[in-house]
């Protein structure tokens, strides 16, 4: 086997890999992806599904997303259940805000969602993880003037070829 298929492959096993940790908790959101604009507040919702034969507790969560973006996960501990039996799913939910700063730049912000539990009230192992993004988006009025300009230009050198 040569080198170029050997480093060819690890990235296959790197990702074949982080599946065989997967936690018995999956997080299916309503869309994983929301837009926004600067100053709003977007909230994201989920279901979640124990696929294990055994209980497993959801003791708490832990998030990783780029500043100026910010988590609220007090949504979570009022709406998830304690416990979920063994291949049970729950009904959607709201499950955290993400609050976009007035100084976020446009563009997309990747987060990844972890759920902490496991067989017993004090576990806090990852049961379960989910990738989320935001993408922030210019606001609605900005895009209009923009437009309106674009269409004075237009009209402007109309004229003149006119002329």
């Given at each position: 086997m040569s080198r170029k298929?050997?480093?060819r492959a690890l990235p296959l096993f790197a990702l074949f890999s982080a599946?065989?940790?997967a936690g018995?908790?999956?997080i299916n959101f309503t869309s994983s992806l929301l837009n926004g604009v600067r100053g709003q507040t977007l909230t994201f919702?989920?279901?979640l599904a124990n696929t294990?034969?055994?209980t497993v507790f959801l003791n708490g969560d832990s998030f990783n997303i780029t500043a100026p973006l910010f988590v609220d996960d007090t949504k979570f501990f009022l709406n998830s259940p304690l416990s979920m039996a063994g291949?049970?799913?729950t009904a959607p939910f709201q499950i955290f805000d993400v609050t976009i700063s007035s100084n976020a730049q446009l563009g997309l912000y990747p987060g990844t969602f972890s759920i902490l539990g496991g067989?017993?009230?004090s576990d806090f192992s990852v049961v379960g993880t989910a990738t989320f993004a935001v993408n922030v988006v210019p606001e609605p009025a900005s895009i209009a003037l923009t437009g309106l300009v674009l269409?004075?230009?237009i009209a402007t050198c109309w004229r003149r070829q006119k002329e």
């Amino acid at each position: 086997m040569s080198r170029k298929t050997i480093f060819r492959a690890l990235p296959l096993f790197a990702l074949f890999s982080a599946c065989a940790f997967a936690g018995p908790i999956t997080i299916n959101f309503t869309s994983s992806l929301l837009n926004g604009v600067r100053g709003q507040t977007l909230t994201f919702s989920a279901n979640l599904a124990n696929t294990s034969a055994s209980t497993v507790f959801l003791n708490g969560d832990s998030f990783n997303i780029t500043a100026p973006l910010f988590v609220d996960d007090t949504k979570f501990f009022l709406n998830s259940p304690l416990s979920m039996a063994g291949g049970t799913t729950t009904a959607p939910f709201q499950i955290f805000d993400v609050t976009i700063s007035s100084n976020a730049q446009l563009g997309l912000y990747p987060g990844t969602f972890s759920i902490l539990g496991g067989g017993t009230p004090s576990d806090f192992s990852v049961v379960g993880t989910a990738t989320f993004a935001v993408n922030v988006v210019p606001e609605p009025a900005s895009i209009a003037l923009t437009g309106l300009v674009l269409m004075a230009l237009i009209a402007t050198c109309w004229r003149r070829q006119k002329e």
